[in-house]
C-alpha cells in the first residue's frame, strides 16, 4: 500500500542533514549520473514582473528510487522554495520539503565536491571572494574536505568583510580569518580559491592566481555576470563543471571562451566523469577550475537523503492520502 506523504520543515531539513552528509548524497548521486543511472531536467523559468521569475528544476535518482522538482518564485528578492520527491515506483508523492536551507547547503556542497576532487590534499589556507549570504556555508563547505586554518576574505564592503570575519570566529573558532583589504592580497600565494560574488564583469585575472591553486566559481551563473577572466583556462590542467549543458547555456565565460572556438569543449568535464573515473588532481597541474551552475540532480540527491533520515522519526507531519474523486461534470452543482 502506498505511504501518505510526508512534510519536512526547514527545521526537519537542519536537523536531519549536515554539510558532509550532502556532500556525501552529491558524490553518490553524481556517481549513479556517471553510470547512467540519474539524469537531470532543465532548468526553466517564466518571468513574472519585470525583475521576477518563476523557476522549476529537476532530475530522477533511479538507484535511490525517487524523481522529483524544485521550484520557487523570487518576487522582489524574496522566495519560498519547495521540493517535491515522488515514487519511481508508483508515481505516489514521497515528500514535500521546505527547501531554502537544503538548497544553500546543496549549493555549498557543491563547492566541497569540487574542491575535494581537485584542491590539493594538504591545502590548509583558503581565500573567499564575496561577503553574501553564501559566503560562510563556502568557507565551511571546504573546511569539511581540507585542513583549512586560514581564510582570507575580500569584498568591496569593508563593513562586510568585518562581518564575515566575526562569523568565521564565531561558528570556526580554530580558523583565522582575515580581513583583506585588496583582491591582490587575499589571493596571493593562496591555493584554495573561491569566487562567490555578483560581478558583471570579470575581475579575477590568471596573473593573481598562483601556480598549483584550485579554483571554485560559484557566483556567476547566468549569461550578465561574470568572475574570471579567459587568460584563466588555459592555464588549467583540469576544467570540471556540475552540469555541462549548464555552462554552456549560462555561463558568458565558458560561452565566450568555448563558444568561440578557442578551445574544444571536450575540455571540460562534469565532475560526475572525474568522480566515476577516480581522477583527483595530478601533483604538476598549473591550475585547476570547478565551475557550479547548480542543477536539479544536487536538489534531489539532497532531499532524498533527508526523506531516507526523516522518514522513522515520530514527530514527522504526514500529509492526507490522496482520494481520487469523480469529476463534477454538470454545469448545475
Same mark, same amino acid.
Not at 553518490?28 to 521569475?53: I, P, R, S, Y
Not at 564592503?157 to 580569518?177: G, H
Not at 571540460?268 to 547548480?294: N, W
Given at each position: ?29 553524481? %556517481? ?24 522549476? =528544476?529537476?532530475?530522477? @535518482? ?7 522538482? %524544485?521550484?520557487?518564485?523570487? &518576487?522582489?528578492? #524574496? ?14 508523492? $514521497? ?37 553574501? %549570504? ?8 571546504? =573546511?569539511?574536505? /581540507?585542513?583549512?586554518? $586560514? ?8 563593513? #562586510? ?33 573561491? !569566487? ?7 575581475? +579575477? ?5 598562483? #601556480?598549483?591553486?584550485? @579554483? ?15 587568460? @584563466?583556462?588555459? $592555464? ?7 552540469? !555541462? ?8 565565460? +565558458?560561452?565566450?571562451? +568555448? ?15 572525474? @568522480?566515476?573515473?577516480?581522477?583527483? /588532481? ?7 577550475? +570547478? %565551475?557550479?551552475?547548480?542543477?536539479? !540532480? ?10 531516507? /533520515?526523516?522518514?522513522? $522519526? ?7 492520502? /490522496?482520494?481520487?474523486? #469523480?469529476?463534477? !461534470?454538470?454545469?448545475? &452543482?
Amino acid at each position: 500500500m502506498t505511504e501518505a506523504p510526508i512534510w519536512l520543515t526547514e527545521t526537519d531539513v537542519t536537523s536531519s542533514i549536515d554539510l558532509g552528509g550532502a556532500i556525501s548524497a552529491l558524490e553518490n548521486a553524481l %556517481k549513479a549520473e556517471a553510470e547512467g543511472e540519474a539524469e537531470n531536467m532543465a532548468k526553466t523559468h517564466l518571468m513574472v514582473g519585470d525583475n521576477n521569475a518563476m523557476h522549476a =528544476l529537476g532530475a530522477a @535518482i533511479h538507484a535511490e528510487g525517487v524523481c522529483g522538482t %524544485k521550484t520557487w518564485v523570487n &518576487i522582489n528578492g #524574496k522566495s519560498a522554495t519547495i521540493l517535491v520527491l515522488f515514487s519511481l515506483e508508483d508515481g505516489s508523492v $514521497r515528500a514535500v520539503i521546505e527547501a531554502t536551507a537544503l538548497g544553500q547547503m546543496r549549493t555549498a556542497a557543491m563547492s566541497g565536491l569540487g574542491t575535494k576532487w581537485l584542491a590539493g590534499e594538504g591545502v590548509n589556507e583558503m581565500a573567499i571572494i564575496g561577503t553574501g %549570504k553564501q559566503a560562510l556555508p563556502q568557507i565551511a563547505a571546504c =573546511l569539511a574536505v /581540507r585542513p583549512i586554518e $586560514r581564510v582570507r576574505i575580500y569584498s568591496r564592503s569593508a563593513d #562586510k568583510r568585518q562581518a564575515l570575519c566575526d562569523a568565521v570566529a564565531a561558528e570556526f573558532p580554530k580558523v583565522e580569518a582575515v580581513n583583506c583589504d585588496s583582491l591582490e592580497y587575499a589571493v596571493d600565494g593562496v591555493l584554495l580559491i573561491t !569566487l562567490c560574488t555578483n560581478a558583471t564583469e570579470p575581475f +579575477f585575472e590568471s596573473a593573481m592566481a598562483t #601556480k598549483g591553486a584550485h @579554483i571554485n566559481a560559484v557566483g556567476a551563473i547566468q549569461p550578465n555576470r561574470a568572475e574570471f577572466t579567459a587568460d @584563466i583556462f588555459p $592555464r588549467c590542467a583540469s576544467i570540471a563543471v556540475d552540469t !555541462l549543458a549548464g555552462v554552456q547555456s549560462l555561463s558568458r565565460e +565558458f560561452m565566450d571562451y +568555448f563558444g568561440a572556438g578557442s578551445e574544444p569543449w571536450d575540455r571540460v568535464a562534469p565532475i560526475s566523469q572525474l @568522480i566515476k573515473a577516480g581522477a583527483p /588532481r595530478s601533483g604538476d597541474a598549473d591550475l585547476t577550475l +570547478f %565551475k557550479a551552475m547548480g542543477m536539479g !540532480l544536487s536538489d534531489i540527491a539532497v532531499g532524498a537523503e533527508i526523506l531516507k /533520515r526523516c522518514q522513522a $522519526r515520530d514527530n514527522i507531519v504526514q500529509l492526507p492520502m /490522496r482520494e481520487r474523486q #469523480k469529476l463534477p !461534470l454538470h454545469v448545475n &452543482i
